[in-house]
């Protein structure tokens, strides 16, 4: 049976913090603002779950919705979202693209990015959440096809929104080993609707966001607290995100961090002008551990630091030794 929210009953000075809970709580944090000239939002929500999938029928009036880099900050959700407009309009901009819903079409977002979507007076929307792996299991580049229309033309676009429509009515009906298939075919209606978009677009976004990184973790090489989390709090981005930017190109984030010390370690060395120890030297770029520094060395470099360390420095650093 279907979770019904509504504004119904909520007076209209508080039905826009009402309302932005409720969005919240069915999707993911999210900021609702209420356009046209409106001060409120009235609206409704009827939420089912569908093995994997949680659908959402949600009709309101016109409203503006952000996903914020503090919202995303704020939580580990890692969620796809799929709007398919069944009355009224929608723009949905992401990742510097903006695609117009209206009549059936349908588009995907990205809970991990910033989005916002200006929806239109008196519209409704079916949207279905589903986790990344879910989706990516099938459509490994899903995160370059975000706010690209899908047309309601004859073909999956137009058989999703039948198909999600019908579930949104008699989801109850179905007995359990059903709703899994169903769902795994909603999961490949997705798929087919958006797998034609793909072709010729880059993967800009995650160039872009891998970039970014690199250069945040090159202003701060010598910060021995850089990892993950610091990285994802200062460029307000998730971990996941992160990790996904490098795994690409079958790297770690913080194997290329450690790449980056040793090579300015290596580029120092071979100056010939450094007469500090290797320990002033690797504590300068980050590594706090003697023995975990040498043996990244070595294994990078095939010979110890130290033999690239003048002669009245290296009495001043005790070489660990070799495992």
Not at 6 to 18: I, L
Not at 223 to 248: G, N, Q, T, V
Not at 291 to 309: I, K
């Amino acid at each position: 049976m279907a979770k019904v929210v509504s504004t119904a009953a909520v007076p209209p000075r508080n039905s826009v913090s009402f309302w932005t809970e409720a969005v919240s709580h069915t999707f993911v944090d999210l900021d609702c603002k209420p356009s046209d000239g409106r001060e409120s939002i009235d609206g409704e929500i009827a939420v089912q779950t569908l093995a994997s999938l949680d659908l959402a029928r949600v009709r309101a009036s016109a409203q503006s919705v952000y996903r914020t880099p503090a919202a995303i900050e704020a939580s580990s959700d890692d969620y796809y979202l799929v709007g398919m407009q069944t009355e009224g309009s929608c723009l949905v901009t992401q990742d510097d693209r903006s695609a117009a819903l209206h009549n059936g079409g349908f588009a995907l977002y990205d809970t991990t990015r910033p989005y916002s979507l200006l929806l239109t007076d008196h519209f409704e929307q079916l949207v279905i959440r589903l986790p990344r792996t879910a989706l990516e299991r099938h459509l490994p580049q899903a995160a370059r096809l975000t706010a690209l229309a899908v047309n309601a033309d004859p073909g999956a676009a137009r058989l999703l929104v039948n198909t999600v429509q019908f579930l949104a009515n008699d989801i109850d009906i179905l007995p359990p080993d059903v709703a899994l298939s169903v769902s795994q075919g909603v999961e490949h209606l997705i798929v087919a609707g958006l797998g034609g978009l793909a072709q010729g677009i880059p993967d800009v976004h995650r160039i872009s966001r891998r970039k970014l990184v690199q250069t945040h973790i090159l202003e701060n090489l010598g910060d021995d607290s850089l990892c993950i989390k610091s990285i994802a709090r200062e460029l307000h981005l998730s971990p996941s995100s992160i990790h996904r930017a490098f795994a690409a190109d079958g790297e770690t984030v913080m194997g290329w961090v450690w790449q980056q010390r040793l090579n300015r370690i290596r580029e120092t060395l071979l100056t010939g002008t450094y007469d500090g120890t290797l320990t002033d030297l690797f504590l300068t770029w980050g590594f706090s551990d003697p023995a975990h520094f040498s043996r990244a060395f070595r294994q990078r470099y095939g010979h110890a630091p130290s033999e690239l360390l003048r002669p009245i420095a290296a009495t001043h650093f005790t070489q660990p030794p070799t495992q």
